[in-house]
């Protein structure tokens, strides 16, 4: 009911705006996911098809902000979450200069 919802609001904030929305960005995943399992490739299948579908009946792209685990090296949570989205862009933080870069790391 909250995907049907949102999508709703999206598509009435649309008609009210000069252009149409086209980007709409979750932050962070967790929070707009509260109580899955992040390692549950069935809990993380069933939140890529809300954004999917929020997608296609908005028309919007959907990018979402989330963690990598404690290390760093990867996105936190279960493989299929990288596996299933189209890109990922990761921001990594260089501690000595306050340098951040966006690294595109899959297309």
Known sequence: KDVEDFIAEVKELSKRMSHPA???????????APGIDEISGKDNAVVLENVWRIEEETGCHVCLVHHTNADGKKLRGHTSLRD??????????DKETGIRDAVLDKI
Not at 24 to 32: N, R, S, V
């Open 84 to 93: 299933d989205v189209d890109q990922v862009i990761l921001i990594e933080h």
């Open 22 to 32: 086209g980007l709409i960005i979750i932050d962070t995943l967790k929070k707009a």
